[in-house]
Nanobody, 127 residues
Framework: QVRLVESGGGLVQAGDSLRLSCAASGRIFSRTAMGWFRQAPGKEREFVAAISWTGSITDYSDSVKGRFTSSRDNAENTVYLQMNRLKSEDTAVYYC????????????????????WGQGTQVTVSS
């Protein structure tokens, strides 16, 4: 079983950057596809980014495409979400999640397809 712990959240101003980290332990991390989701108050959890187990395939929601970048370091069992040009609408609790993919290029964008979740980290962007 993979266990996930997010860090790096905080309070920033619009236009600033943050990098979230998700440290994994347990099952073979390098064979795990990862995703980032977020949930704002009163809203449903939404997809933000996904990355394949090799790190070669990524995908993003339209709302963050061009501003956010996901990467991973399998040697360090960590996945990252670099968030640039933050907006007030990016304010949410951010979660990383892990799933067993079909292959090295497989990524998933649906929350129900993920098996393991971190506890979340709060990102607050003031305008």
């Amino acid at each position: 079983q993979v266990r996930l712990v997010e860090s790096g959240g905080g309070l920033v101003q619009a236009g600033d950057s943050l990098r979230l980290s998700c440290a994994a332990s347990g099952r073979i991390f390098s064979r795990t596809a990862m995703g980032w989701f977020r949930q704002a108050p009163g809203k449903e959890r939404e997809f933000v980014a996904a990355i394949s187990w090799t790190g070669s395939i990524t995908d993003y929601s339209d709302s963050v495409k061009g501003r956010f970048t996901s990467s991973r370091d399998n040697a360090e069992n960590t996945v990252y979400l670099q968030m640039n040009r933050l907006k007030s609408e990016d304010t949410a609790v951010y979660y990383c999640a892990a799933t067993v993919p079909f292959g090295p290029s497989d990524i998933k964008k649906i929350a129900d397809e993920y098996e393991v979740w971190g506890q979340g980290t709060q990102v607050t962007v003031s305008s």
